[in-house]
């Protein structure tokens, strides 16, 4: 397994749109099990591959409290079948975007289809920090991000913050 550079904005790749997986097979294995040593390492609690500059549909997530044990989650491929109509808000933050939190107005229910680690079909229903997870990182592998959400503003103001750091390191 090897840590991946985890790409920020203004970074251009990150507004691509990603494209299908025909094979769960063990190369794709191998991006997912690097996708999670990263996302591990950062810290977060999500990843889409266009992240780490690879523009197929999958993300990685762990939704565990630290005092649990780790719960892996791979998603390959996945679609929104439903979304609720009730929505809620919800503090989100991106390692696209670090060190910037806003908050985004989402479905409060999703119900998902998805390929697992194993590339067998899984059928879900999504609620609480997983649909808001799940529909940040869904975004991502259309080439959305969370400050897309925002006012023009507020997602220059988060962009020219991340610029700075970047400059500043
Ligand atoms: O960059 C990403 O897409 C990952 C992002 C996922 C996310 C967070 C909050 C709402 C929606 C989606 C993150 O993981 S940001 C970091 C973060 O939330 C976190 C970091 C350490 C501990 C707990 C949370
Ligand atoms: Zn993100």
Sequence with gaps: MALREILTVPNPVLKQASKPVETVDDELRALMDDMLETMYAAPGIGLAAIQVGVPKRVIVMDLARPEEDKQPRYF?????????????PYEEGCLSVPEYYDEVERPARVKLRYLNYQGEQVEEDAEGLFAVCIQHEMDHLDGVLFIDHLSRLKREQAIK??????KAA
Aim: proline letters at 5%; aromatic letters at 6%; glycine letters at 0%.
């Design 76 to 88: 390959v491929n996945p679609e929104i079948l439903w979304r609720s109509d009730d929505t809620a």
């Design 161 to 166: 913050k991340v610029k700075k750091q970047a």
